[in-house]
T-cell receptor
């Protein structure tokens, strides 16, 4: 069975500081990993994905994620947080089954 | 392109009532799926389809039916609503099927369902 864990329900960071949202996964074989963002009362929007190749993946709105196979992690990062980055972030995994397995989500709060 | 369109946006049902949540996409995507979102649990897969005429169950299929008669539409039917089905429902589409080439999914804006 495959699973995704987001160990932090909420991450608080000051505007201008770097941010990290953590994600770990469990799957047999090579994973396809995704990050999605959800703004209030909206659907999910795709940020970035890891398929293969470079461990550092760049995505939308200045976000990037680092794939670490030995630690089975795929942490989302941004060098300088904006207040407008405040939202709910989901890590997701696809492998074998024709569907996404989601983590429980992490609420990012960026304070001015 | 409208992307993925879900209707209605909000719905209140009484226990035992039935209803259909509509989902349509105009991107000619083969793969469509339904998820429910509950606090602290992320999104859980209800049913999915890899093409017209083909559907399969996800993690939490009980109490829900789907059909896929066209590429564009993928309605979700609640047979006899229960308070445990109070949730936010999202429809998603992608092409080709996730896992085969790992393209990102496009999500609708959701249907907030309350069962009283």
């Amino acid at each position: 069975a495959q699973s995704v864990a987001q160990p932090e329900d909420q991450v608080n960071v000051a505007e201008g500081n770097p941010l990290t949202v953590k994600c770990t996964y469990s799957v047999s074989g090579n994973p396809y990993l995704f990050w999605y963002v959800q703004y209030p009362n909206r659907g999910l929007q795709f940020l970035l994905k890891y398929i293969t190749g470079d461990n550092l993946v760049k995505g939308s709105y200045g976000f990037e994620a680092e794939f670490n196979k030995s630690q089975t992690s795929f942490h989302l990062k941004k060098p300088s947080a904006l207040v407008s980055d405040s939202a709910l972030y989901f890590c997701a995994l696809s492998r074998g089954r024709r569907a996404l397995t989601f983590g429980s989500g992490t609420r990012l709060q960026v304070q001015p | 392109n409208a992307g993925v369109t879900q209707t209605p946006k909000f719905q209140v049902l009484k226990t035992g009532q039935s209803m259909t949540l509509q989902c349509a996409q105009d991107m000619n995507h083969e793969y469509m799926s339904w998820y429910r979102q509950d606090p602290g649990m992320g999104l859980r897969l209800i049913h999915y389809s890899v093409g017209a005429g083909i559907t399969d169950q996800g993690e939490v299929p009980n109490g829900y039916n789907v059909s896929r008669s066209t590429t564009e539409d993928f309605p979700l039917r609640l047979l006899s609503a229960a308070p445990s089905q109070t949730s936010v429902y999202f429809c998603a589409s992608s092409s080709p099927a996730i896992g085969a080439s790992a393209t990102e999914a496009f999500f609708g804006q959701g249907t907030r369902l309350t069962v009283v």
